[in-house]
């Protein structure tokens, strides 16, 4: 770095919009967004992937510098195109969490709830055990690594100061509608199940009302749904894992314009 008061200015100025999209992305996206993933970590990983793509891009700052309206402007830019990157991979991450709440509701677990640390919210104990499998495989399938290439090659497409075309939006809130209903389609063997072991159970307590089945009913959709949880968990993983690999790929697609 040469000497000067004005040169280092000015490399701090190039540092901080380099941080700008990929911290705005981390921030968004599952794993690096969890609110127990340190901020210090979060801007260290953000400039150590944003000063190489701000250098590939041929960035260089405005003669105006950046406290102008066209800084801000590019400044928000790069927030928008950060975020939306990252909020396309979170939806694959939703449909784990819709299929996990399905579940739990018609196991009659709605009440138990704690806390998503991906998010610092709290969510059903199913919701949260299928957010946790996405998350491994979100992770055993270098998921995070094609995610930070995918912030590089968004610099390809929209250098500083480029703005995300209006199909780009539509398309996240067509891929919001297809993680909802892929949710729902994770749930559905198991919810179903358990939705005919309740109706048989209603059944049984309305032609025999002295065996008193309201008792056991609970304790029996809950055994039965963590039955059910367990044989079929390979065909689980195999949706989530369909579900993140989507998101991914509208994410990919985003960077290079679509």
Do not use: C, K
């Amino acid at each position: 770095m040469p000497p000067g008061l004005g040169e280092l200015e000015r490399y701090l100025l190039l540092w901080a919009v380099a941080m700008v999209r990929p911290g705005a992305a981390f921030f968004a996206a599952p794993v690096t967004g969890a609110t127990q993933i340190p901020i210090q970590l979060r801007l260290v990983v953000a400039l150590a992937v944003g000063i190489p793509a701000t250098q590939l891009s041929g960035f260089t700052l405005p003669a105006d510098g950046l406290l102008n309206l066209p800084g801000l402007l590019m400044i928000l830019g790069e927030i928008v195109i950060g975020l939306a990157l990252g909020f396309s991979v979170q939806l694959g991450f939703a449909a784990a969490l819709v299929a996990g709440e399905t579940i739990s509701n018609s196991m009659g677990l709605g009440f138990a709830s704690m806390n998503d640390p991906m998010s610092g919210h709290s969510s059903s104990a199913i919701g949260q055990l299928l957010t946790m499998l996405a998350t491994f495989l979100f992770l055993g399938s270098d998921g995070h690594l094609a995610f930070a290439r995918i912030i590089l090659e968004s610099y390809r497409a929209f250098p500083p100061g480029g703005t995300l075309p209006l199909q780009a939006i539509s398309g996240l809130t067509t891929l919001g509608g297809l993680i909802f209903s892929a949710g729902v389609v994770i749930a559905m063997p198991v919810a179903s199940a358990i939705v005919l072991l309740q109706l048989v159970m209603g059944v049984l307590s309305r032609s025999a009302p002295s065996l008193n089945l309201i008792n056991v009913g609970l304790p029996a959709a809950v055994a039965f749904g963590v039955l059910l949880l367990a044989m079929t968990a390979p065909m689980l993983a195999d949706a989530i894992a369909h579900a993140v690999t989507e998101g991914l790929t509208r994410s990919w697609t985003l960077a290079h314009g679509g």
